[in-house]
């Protein structure tokens, strides 16, 4: 409708109004978003240092920051909307693109080539060392333990996340109680990795022997007149024992999302295959398997770029420590414990291109499909 | 018809264990965090079904949140961090997405596919880079600095979810729209949002939790300041610091589900849509 009126009404001037009305647009023009960015400047200074109660600063800072993001889209759009047709169409699209693209740029582009070009230097990011940093990350021995425990969180957690998910959305699928099972089976989803390593805790717990044991796993083994096990300190059983915290989170993500595509399976198709003589496990494995498996391999890769950038479960269980580091922690350490830039970024690029190939995959598989 | 019988039986119990095995653990945490301290190192949380003794504070709660540890603070915090971290990469990319899909201009498809590449970055390696342009600029520490980054590090698999809906809307309308003489920013507001709802709701619900539970970005770019901190790192520097204070370690760590099993339980459909949709976050 605005575009229509503009056109509709030019009324007749002389050119004294003519030129005031120009240097008017152009004053106006100026003024909003000088305005505009005068607000938000100074509400970003009175959140910076404001003794205010954190209450009263939280719910400012919220209102500020998605207010802030809508009104500079608003006056951008506005001062756009002022200019010549043309000129309207040519900016007009980076008004709409341009945020998203700027903020990319800077937050993962630019990173990315400062990565790549920092993992080539030392330590300081003053001297060129070539590859030396890969070739540390593939030869030293803290490494290659970080590298052998990605490879065993990439296969366990995928394997078992994505298997057992399968095994109890058909299982879930044939009982009453699928409903209350899905939810609870689920639920862990929600929680952070940090919570559930609070939660995890209590049933790795150890206590030399003859104190009582809080830890769930060495109670049923006192239970059993066997002695306590200190679960997290021996390798490689705690990353394996870290690795069941991830696939307890994901196996009800994995169940859910399988269960959702078993329900697109045509149950024609299985009865013709059970009334062709099939066993239940022939019906499961040449019938059921096949026609779920895009979403099997989607839910795959999904957890496998989970499991090459865990971070958070190791952090809050072991601190890394007893060989349970992976490449993420390692980096983290490199980078803030060490301060060695160099060895950071090329763990860094090391993450990137073992996560882009899944990503592909997983994209591939994804494509056409609307959420 | 016998076996048939027995076999669901056999089904329902194998359900039942796997009910069974699937929450014990979350159970015990929920005991445990009402239990004194003494109690809780003295005998495990099972105990509290023969020997109720010592079995019910709600002390631990009182201290986790107002005493030193201030997880009070660091729930606003999270509210704070969260709240725009969500809206904001949500906006950003609905606005992009309608431009990729609806408006022409030169290079866009090259652009496009250069936001979809940008996918594979790992936000790991935006960490040393940004917080050096944020020290320089003297931005870290700040909300500001924070929702930027959780923006940065959602956008590309936003605005591609979102070009990925936003796209199929049927193009009658939008050229209708345009007919009767709206601008893109009125068709925008008035016509894509309202229709991206479904797209939008699932992204929002996934990004919830992803910021809600996330640990580096917060850490790196808040810093675990305690007027500062997300509960997230204050729980893992409650764990680090004082490991044995488990008391208090438990009631903080059921603070900090509460709000997103809440979100959980009553968004659970949209939920799904938006773990799938989210797939191949940071």
């Not at chain 1, 939280?58 to 993001?69: C, D, K, P, R, S």
């Not at chain 1, 937050?107 to 030392?122: E, G, K, R």
């Not at chain 1, 298997?163 to 689920?186: C, Q």
């Not at chain 1, 009800?252 to 066993?279: H, N």
Request: net charge positive; glycine share 8%; hydrophobic share 55%.
């Amino acid at each position: 409708m605005e575009r229509a009126d503009a056109v509709a009404t030019p009324p007749p001037r002389g050119i004294a109004q003519v030129l005031a009305a120009g240097v008017g647009r152009i004053l106006v023009s100026i003024f909003v978003p000088v305005v505009a960015f005068v607000v938000l400047w100074a509400g970003f200074l009175w959140l910076k240092d404001s003794g205010a109660p954190r209450i009263v600063i939280v719910l400012v800072a919220i209102v500020w920051g998605i207010g802030g993001v809508a009104m500079l889209y608003v006056v951008a759009n506005w001062l756009t909307e002022k200019l010549p047709a043309t000129w309207q169409g040519r900016i007009l699209p980076f008004v709409f693109v341009g945020p998203a693209l700027a903020i990319l740029t800077f937050y993962l582009l630019i990173p990315a080539v400062l990565t790549a070009w920092a993992s080539l230097f030392d330590a300081n990011g003053q001297e060129f060392v070539g590859l030396d940093n890969y070739v540390y990350s593939f030869t030293n021995p803290e490494m290659v333990t970080a590298i052998r425990n990605n490879v065993l969180w990439l296969v366990f957690g995928t394997v078992f996340s994505t298997g057992m998910g399968l095994a109890m959305a058909v299982l879930v699928e044939r009982s009453r109680l699928d409903r209350l099972a899905k939810t609870l089976i689920f639920l862990p989803m929600a929680i952070s990795f940090v919570g559930a390593s609070v939660i995890w805790r209590f049933v790795y717990s150890y206590q030399p022997e003859g104190q009582p044991q809080v830890g769930l796993l060495n109670a049923i083994l006192g239970a059993f007149g066997l002695g306590p096990v200190s679960w997290l300190t021996g390798e490689p059983l705690n990353t394996i024992l870290l690795i069941v915290i991830l696939i307890w989170g994901q196996t009800g993500f994995a169940m859910v999302i399988i269960g959702a595509a078993l329900k697109g399976v045509p149950d024609e198709m299985l009865e013709a295959g059970r009334i062709d003589g099939a066993t239940e496990w022939q019906v499961f494995r040449r019938l059921i398997v096949p026609s779920i498996w895009p979403t099997i391999v989607t839910v795959a890769t999904t957890i496998a770029i989970l499991t090459l950038k865990i971070y958070d479960i190791v952090t809050a269980m072991t601190g890394g420590n007893f060989n349970t580091q992976v490449i993420a922690t390692l980096m983290w350490k490199q980078a803030f414990t060490f301060f060695d830039a160099g060895r950071g970024a090329a763990l860094a690029i090391i993450l990137l291109v073992a996560v882009t190939p899944v990503i592909w995959y997983n994209l591939r598989q994804f494509r056409g499909r609307a959420i | 018809m016998r076996t048939i019988k027995w076999s669901r039986v056999a089904i329902n119990l194998t359900v039942i264990a796997l009910i069974v095995v699937w929450t014990v653990p979350t159970i015990g945490l929920f005991i445990t965090s009402f239990r004194d301290k003494q109690a809780i190192s003295n005998s495990g949380w099972w105990t509290v079904f023969t020997n109720p003794q010592g079995a019910f504070t709600l002390d631990n709660y009182q201290k986790v949140l107002f005493g030193g540890d201030g997880l009070a603070t660091a729930f606003l915090n999270t509210l704070a961090v969260t709240i725009p971290a969500v809206v904001i990469p949500i906006l950003i990319a609905a606005f992009a997405a309608y431009g990729f899909a609806w408006m022409d201009f030169p290079g866009r498809r090259i652009l496009f596919i250069t936001v979809v590449a940008l996918l594979v970055v790992p936000l790991q390696i935006a960490l040393i880079p940004v917080l050096k342009a944020y020290l320089a600029i003297d931005l870290n520490g700040t909300f500001l600095a924070v929702w930027l980054a959780h923006a940065g590090f959602g956008l590309a698999l936003a605005t591609y979810l979102l070009y990925n809906y936003i796209s199929q809307l049927p193009k009658d309308i939008i050229e209708s729209a345009a007919l009767d003489g709206a601008s893109h920013f009125t068709t925008f507001r008035r016509l894509i949002l309202p229709l991206s709802m479904p797209a939008l709701a699932s992204f929002a619900i996934f990004q919830f939790l992803w910021v809600w539970n996330d640990l580096l970005v917060a850490t790196t770019f808040l810093g675990t300041d305690q007027d500062v901190a997300v509960m997230t790192s204050r729980l893992v520097s409650m764990t680090g610091s004082r490991g044995q204070d488990w008391q208090l370690l438990t009631a903080g760590a059921f603070v900090s589900m509460i709000v997103p099993v809440m979100v959980f339980l009553a968004l659970q459909r949209y939920f799904v849509k938006g773990l799938l949709a989210g797939s191949v976050k940071g």
